[in-house]
T-cell receptor, first 111, second 118 residues
Framework: KQEVTQIPAALSVPEGENLVLNCSFT??????LQWFRQDPGKGLTSLLL?????REQTSGRLNASLDKSSGRSTLYIAASQPGDSATYLC??????????FGTGTSLTVIP | GAGVSQSPSNKVTEKGKDVELRCDPI?????LYWYRQSLGQGLEFLIY????????KSGLPSDRFSAERTGGSVSTLTIQRTQQEDSAVYLC????????????????FGEGSRLTVL
């Protein structure tokens, strides 16, 4: 069974710092991997989607990478801002159309 | 619409009452998912619809929970005889499915329906 872990569970950084969030998975037979942010009391906002055949995707200050051989995806946030404070979730889907959420990282960017 | 729309955004009900939660997916999306998120917890899969196929109900926690999707579009999640442990945010997501030019399998979530059972 696929297990998806995000470490650390919580992260606090000063504004302007570059940071990396990690998502580790145990089964490399994935279809795609998606990164979301969730603000308190809100739904999930899709940030980036990486297909199995891709290595990375970029959107603005965000860059997500995928390394299936090591079972790892990273979300890089450049020049962090207080508005980036949220919980970040990774979501894997496998070839059998099953979905597995990561455990989440709660990010606080301090002004 | 432009995104996944859920209603009501908030629902407070008394224990034992039935509730209905509605989800309007993005137009043209063939796949629709319901998840539940209890306070401070992760997302729990409930049910999945794909086109005209039989839904995957494997995540429904009890027979008090049911869902339908009419005409391959709008979905309703019904909880009968609500219990306090049903209190949670119920999230709906839709996807264009897989395969073809648009079939990335990407999920788009609504803002959720917050259910409080007194």
């Amino acid at each position: 069974k696929q297990e998806v872990t995000q470490i650390p569970a919580a992260l606090s950084v000063p504004e302007g710092e570059n940071l990396v969030l990690n998502c580790s998975f145990t089964d490399s037979a994935i279809y795609n991997l998606q990164w979301f942010r969730q603000d308190p009391g809100k739904g999930l906002t899709s940030l980036l989607l990486i297909q199995s055949s891709q290595r990375e995707q970029t959107s603005g200050r965000l860059n997500a990478s995928l390394d299936k051989s090591s079972g790892r995806s990273t979300l890089y946030i450049a020049a962090s801002q207080p508005g980036d404070s949220a919980t970040y979730l990774c979501l894997l889907s496998n070839t059998g159309n099953q979905f597995y959420f990561g455990t989440g990282t709660s990010l606080t960017v301090i002004p | 619409g432009a995104g996944v729309s859920q209603s009501p955004s908030n629902k407070v009900t008394e224990k034992g009452k039935d509730v209905e939660l509605r989800c309007d997916p993005i137009s043209g999306h063939t796949a629709l998912y319901w998840y539940r998120q209890s306070l401070g917890q992760g997302l729990e899969f409930l049910i999945y619809f794909q086109g005209n196929s039989a839904p995957d109900k494997s995540g429904l926690p009890s027979d008090r929970f049911s869902a339908e999707r009419t005409g391959g579009s709008v979905s309703t999640l019904t909880i009968q005889r609500t219990q306090q442990e049903d209190s949670a945010v119920y999230l709906c997501a839709s996807s264009p499915g897989r395969g073809g030019f648009r079939g990335t399998g990407e999920l788009f979530f609504g803002e959720g329906s917050r259910l409080t059972v007194l």
